[in-house]
């Protein structure tokens, strides 16, 4: 299975939980915090991925040249969604936090396989 399929998969299984179990008063933020780290994620491998098969000597620069962007598009993301959208900070911020360590975990697990020659890239997109 892809790792897209995956990351994706995880994240909207977890909050379909999250949404059952937990109060109702946690949504919408947990859900917006959920997309802001999963579409950051999803971008990230679409781009590690096809970079790897074209320079695999390059993947660390675009990794680390994503990671400064991405740092100043989550406080981006998240002043719009806390001031513009009015999400309320605390249930945003947990959900944000949470999705962002879990799926940059996940993400680094499926670029250890793809740089030890796994099937990661086979799979993919």
Known sequence: MSPLVWMIGGAVVSWLIVT???PASINPEVLWGMIGPLASAAVTWI????TWRRAPERVTGVLA???AVKMVGFGVY???MIRVAGMRPVPFAIGFTSYLIA?????????RRL???GTASASSV
């Open 20 to 22: 059952l179990v937990a």
């Open 47 to 50: 781009v590690a991925e096809r």
């Open 115 to 117: 740089f030890a020659g």
């Open 103 to 111: 799926l940059y975990l996940v993400e680094a697990l499926f670029l």
């Open 78 to 80: 998240a002043a719009v």
């Open 65 to 67: 040249t994503g990671f």
